[in-house]
């Protein structure tokens, strides 16, 4: 999931997740996860404030040019 940079920071993500938690709910769905890279800490604040919870880090699962970028592991219990 991305959301275009003119709509971030305007509730996009935030119903986005919102959304899929209720239809995953909806479908029998006990489990979301999701992994985010490292450096998008907007997303990260996002997933935490969603009650995602960090599960661990794939490291240097990225290759951006000749760099290398974690993934963090999040997962949240539908409801």
């Known amino acids: 999931m991305s959301v275009a ?3 971030r920071r305007k509730g996009v993500g ?3 997740l919102q959304t899929a ?3 995953a709910s909806a479908h029998g769905i006990e489990r979301i996860e999701l992994e ?3 450096l998008n800490l907007a997303a990260i604040n996002l997933y935490e404030a969603q009650s995602f919870v ?3 880090v ?3 699962a990225i ?3 000749d760099s290398y970028i974690d993934l963090i592991m999040y ?3 539908v409801e």
Request: glycine fraction near 8%; charge should be positive.
């Open 14 to 16: 935030r119903a986005l």
């Open 63 to 65: 290759k951006r040019g």
């Open 54 to 56: 960090r599960e661990g």
């Open 36 to 38: 985010v890279l490292a």
């Open 5 to 7: 940079a003119p709509f």
């Open 58 to 60: 794939r490291r240097q």
């Open 21 to 23: 938690a209720q239809w």
């Open 75 to 77: 997962a949240k219990q």
